[in-house]
Nanobody
Framework: QVQLAESGGRLVQAGGSLRLSCAASGRTFSSYCFAWFRQAPGKERKFVAAIGWRDGVTYYSDSVKGRFTISRDNAKNTVYLQMNSLKPEDTSVYSC????????????????????WGQGTQVTVSS
């Protein structure tokens, strides 16, 4: 079992930056792959970024590539999402998700791949 808790969401002006954190429970953190998804009101949940378990390979959606960076700190059992050059269309609830490494590939951007989810944190970008 893995429990996930996101933090760091808040109101920010367009062009600003935020860093979201996802703290995970459990002693096998390093064996899991993680992803961030986001969901705006009335819309489906969408993939944002993902990170692998061993070599730290990363994947990004086209809408955030070059602006967002996903990273992990295995010593702190935490995954981060650094968000720069924020836009109003980035406004969403951001959720962290996890799956054991041998079930990750190849659908890293599919919500059905992930077994564990956090409650989410609200990010609001004002224009």
């Amino acid at each position: 079992q893995v429990q996930l808790a996101e933090s760091g969401g808040r109101l920010v002006q367009a062009g600003g930056s935020l860093r979201l954190s996802c703290a995970a429970s459990g002693r096998t953190f390093s064996s899991y792959c993680f992803a961030w998804f986001r969901q705006a009101p009335g819309k489906e949940r969408k993939f944002v970024a993902a990170i692998g378990w061993r070599d730290g390979v990363t994947y990004y959606s086209d809408s955030v590539k070059g602006r967002f960076t996903i990273s992990r700190d295995n010593a702190k059992n935490t995954v981060y999402l650094q968000m720069n050059s924020l836009k109003p269309e980035d406004t969403s609830v951001y959720s962290c998700a996890a799956v054991i490494h041998d079930r990750w590939d190849p659908y890293v951007d599919d919500t059905g791949t992930y077994d564990y989810w956090g409650q989410g944190t609200q990010v609001t970008v004002s224009s």
